[in-house]
């Protein structure tokens, strides 16, 4: 008896099917060899490149901790502790600034000319220091 159609096996058919899956197998591998080498020699390619670069930026790290070790005297092991210092030296006083005296006279010469400024600086006294006591004012 047969089936009522819910369960039906198609036919096998000829082995057409099962000779191009084999023929379509065999084209992929051996076109595939080519490729395996070629994505295999990449992958070295940047294997190699990557440790190139681990190993740089390995010795860039070493220099930089040393140059900071040595820059900063940071304490290694063994060495005497900053911490303990050296006898103190006697401080030495920096003297106070002296003054610095002001002018005898201050002028205001706002609108005159050349000439009476020349005539005015003509008249007056010379002299090194101002008198003792005397402030200078506006003259």
Do not use: K, N
């Not at 039906?8 to 099917?17: C, D, I, K, Q």
Request: charged share 10%; aromatic share 0%; glycine share 8%.
């Amino acid at each position: 008896m047969r089936p009522s159609g819910a369960h039906t096996h198609p036919e096998s058919g000829s082995g057409l099917a099962a000779a191009v899956a084999v023929i379509a197998a065999v084209a992929f591998v051996s076109a595939s060899v080519p490729l395996a080498h070629a994505l295999a020699g990449l992958l070295r390619v940047v294997l190699i490149t990557v440790l190139a670069a681990i190993v740089v930026l390995a010795v860039a790290a070493i220099v930089a901790i040393t140059l900071c070790l040595r820059r900063h005297r940071i304490i290694r092991p063994g060495q005497p502790s900053r911490l303990i210092t050296s006898p103190a030296r006697p401080v030495t006083t920096i003297p106070p600034p002296r003054a610095v005296g002001a002018p005898a006279v201050h002028l205001h010469l706002h609108g005159i000319t050349a000439g009476d400024v020349a005539a005015a600086l003509a008249h007056l006294p010379v002299a090194s220091e101002p008198p003792e006591g005397r402030r200078t004012g506006h003259a």
